[in-house]
């Protein structure tokens, strides 16, 4: 039978850490658009009135493992396969910069250790999870948002003065994360698909002068918007990528080419 190229995620369960900022945001609505079944998981739910059946929210602190388990607990007992699950949350640094960036001597230790926690050992249990709600799904998969940091060392001159900077804690985790996508690709063979997405630089809230350093690094000239991450993604998802896992799929608009 010829194999039908379509994105549809028609009664499809889509499990997004961290679906209520930036990426996780747009994430949720791309999904939701193409008819999928979405489950956000944060730690913190922003209360508004939700008349999308297909939606559905789940409050989990991603840094403690019991709350991750009673989250699968839960999904369990509602008898739900899932069809992927994106780790998308990453650990939120606002309001302790000082110690989170910087030279290596400002930055903290515990902090090291709380990013771990959220950017790397949470998948690592959500999979170890999840991936049991997985084996009764058609084409199931895992998707890990990375970073282009995983792979390559920061250039600490595009921060010059600004109040931004490069963490020691974020890149290693983010590169653990990418070893981890290829160990799960590995060990949850054949049945399900693992790969990892390493966006690079988005437009946000960034100063003019750091845009305008960061966007001479890259071949397209520009930053990556979030809809630039969600379309690869989107794919990965989808059975149009059936017969690809343990890959990092790299969106950065040439930024790693140079």
Not at 42 to 64: E, G, P, Q, T
């Amino acid at each position: 039978m010829k194999k039908k190229y379509k994105i549809d995620f028609t009664n499809k369960n889509i499990v997004i850490t961290g679906g209520f900022r930036n990426l996780g945001k747009c994430l949720v609505e791309a999904f939701l658009d193409l008819n999928a079944n979405v489950i956000v998981v944060d730690k913190i739910i922003i209360k508004k009135k939700n008349s999308n059946k297909k939606l559905k929210f789940f409050k989990v602190d991603l840094s403690n493992s019991a709350e991750i388990e009673l989250f699968y607990k839960k999904l369990r007992k509602k008898k739900i396969i899932i069809d992927c699950l994106i780790n998308n949350a990453s650990y939120n640094h606002i309001g302790i910069l000082k110690n989170y960036i910087g030279k290596i001597n400002d930055q903290d230790e515990l902090v090291f250790k709380s990013v771990v926690d959220i950017n790397l050992i949470a998948p690592f249990i959500l999979s170890k999870y999840l991936s049991k709600l997985m084996v009764k799904a058609k084409d199931p998969n895992i998707i890990n948002v990375s970073s282009i940091y995983s792979n390559l060392a920061p250039d600490f001159k595009i921060y010059n003065n600004t109040a931004m900077g490069n963490s020691a804690a974020y890149s290693s985790s983010k590169s653990g994360l990418n070893q981890l996508s290829r160990w799960l690709a590995s060990n949850l063979a054949p049945k399900i698909r693992v790969n990892s997405v390493s966006p690079g630089g988005i437009v946000r809230s960034q100063k003019n002068i750091f845009i305008k350093k960061y966007k001479s690094k890259v071949l397209l000239n520009k930053m990556a918007k979030e809809e630039d991450i969600v379309g690869p993604i989107l794919f990965l998802a989808s059975n149009i990528a059936s017969y690809i896992t343990g890959e990092n799929l790299t969106v950065d608009g040439g930024y790693s080419s140079i």
